[in-house]
């Protein structure tokens, strides 16, 4: 047993969630597959963790007219197997397969990877690269705030310690839109060293996510930019967008380098959704 | 803390257990039901060798705390045998396919498999698919070869009854 001790509560209305989150030291727990390695190692601390594997509103993937909300108990191997349809559906399978082991993606979630924050994740590129957005609640009251706003630093986001992260918010992708993404990893155990998404519109134009290039996921947007100007959009990711740190294995040049590299493979590699 | 009663239900047994939140599932199942073929190795989500089947999909049970799978359908590498101790297909197959030297990874592989050709069968015919899910779990003695072989003697089997 290595966690240090904490209460545990498993509310079943969000009104009781959020009222729990209002406690100092309370922290939510979905899948936990970081949040308990993290309390493991105690290079974090909760006085309460708060369950949502009860709460119905958290559950499940909603379509509206532009959009699909993503609900904050949605787990990895739900997105693996196909529980968005079209384009985007597409994309996430594809991204899913890349995000830890089966074991792994059984349990934890896409609205927990982005509270996570870690800098080497592909949700946080992918729903940055998307401009997606996340849906918070507290006693408060409601807000949503882009994902650009949201991640701000490794394991540092936007939400304050009280906020229930209920839901991400992905644009839909029109029929045609070819998706993918690419990574380069030291081994395949371990977490990507850069990772790209990409989701080419049928009109031409890109939406690029990057993972590992900067202290967050971000959008590639100088990437995007010099694509619509029929430039090299892996130059611009390279030296425009790439704001990376000094990495134990890659110096912040070759980082650079491997962005740029990324996008152009990633755009080279697309592929369109089966109807 | 407060120490919570929990009714873990076991490989078809109901238990009731009082247990500090912070308890991880795989501790639980160890010390408290003295089911001991679920190992701990490096407890913190890397290794598999504690992977359980949480209903049907496997977990890292270290990655999970018991109070958090009350009432779920939890079943451990005891419960792979049959009601009779034939041993499960997979069991008799890692033995002949020699995957396994030390065993001390053995019942992750075996609950991780068990519950992969549960969902899908297929798994076994496709060596990236495979790689893939073996690439879960840590085996440092014997190596990955007898493991694979064994579960494409089991897979392959299962996919030609189905």
């Known amino acids: 047993m290595k966690p240090a001790p904490f209460e545990y509560v498993v509310p079943t209305t969000l009104a009781e969630a959020l009222d729990a989150l209002a406690t100092p030291g309370a922290r939510v727990i979905a899948g936990g597959q970081s949040l308990l390695q993290d309390l493991g190692w105690r290079r974090t601390e909760a006085s309460l963790l708060v369950d949502v594997a009860d709460l119905d509103e958290l559950a499940g993937v909603h379509d509206d007219v532009g959009s699909v909300r993503i609900g904050a108990r949605v787990r990895h191997v739900d997105l693996e197997r196909g529980a968005v349809a079209g384009p985007l559906g597409a994309l996430l399978v594809a991204t899913a397969g890349w995000i830890a082991h089966p074991p792994v993606r059984s349990r934890g979630t896409l609205v927990g990877s982005l509270c996570f924050a870690h800098p080497a994740s592909e949700w946080c590129a992918l729903a940055a690269g998307l401009g ?37 918010v992905l644009p839909r992708l029109p029929g045609g839109t070819r998706v993918g993404v690419v990574e380069s990893r030291r081994t395949h155990a371990g977490y990507a060293h850069v990772a790209a998404t990409a989701a080419v519109l049928p009109d031409g134009s890109a939406r690029l996510g990057l993972a590992g290039a900067a202290p967050t996921g971000i959008r590639a ?28 294995h890659a110096p912040i040049a070759y980082t650079r380098h491997v962005a740029g590299v990324l996008v152009r493979r990633v755009l080279a590699r697309t592929e369109e959704a089966a109807a | 803390m407060t120490a919570l009663d929990v009714d873990l239900h076991v490989n078809g047994t109901e238990h009731r257990v009082t247990v500090e939140p912070r308890r991880a599932l795989a501790v639980v199942l160890r010390e408290d039901l003295g089911l001991t073929g679920t190992h701990l190795g490096c407890e913190h989500g890397v290794c598999g060798t504690c992977t359980v089947l949480v209903d049907g999909e496997p977990v890292r049970s270290c990655l999970v705390l018991a109070v958090q799978v009350r009432g779920r359908a939890i079943r451990t590498v005891e419960g792979l045998e049959a009601a009779d101790g034939t041993p499960d297909p997979l ?8 995957a396994l030297q030390c065993g001390f990874c053995t019942p992750g592989f075996l609950v991780l498999l068990r519950g992969a050709l549960d969902e899908d069968p297929t798994v076994v015919e496709d060596d990236d698919r495979l790689d893939a ?4 779990n840590l085996c440092r003695c014997t190596g990955y070869e007898g493991i694979r072989a064994a579960a494409r003697a089991v897979g392959t089997q299962r996919a030609r009854e189905q």
């Open chain 1, 132 to 168: 997606g957005s996340v849906e918070l609640a507290s006693t408060r009251g409601r807000r949503t705030v882009a994902v650009g706003d949201f991640l701000y630093g490794p394991h540092e986001t936007a939400a304050a310690p009280d906020e229930l992260a209920t839901a991400v």
């Open chain 1, 221 to 248: 947007h100088a990437a995007e930019a010099a694509l619509a100007r029929g430039e090299d959009p892996g130059a611009a990711a390279a030296t425009v967008d790439a704001d990376p740190r000094e990495h134990p």
């Open chain 2, 91 to 98: 069991q008799t197959a890692f033995s002949e396919h020699h």
């Open chain 2, 133 to 136: 899910l073996l690439a879960s």
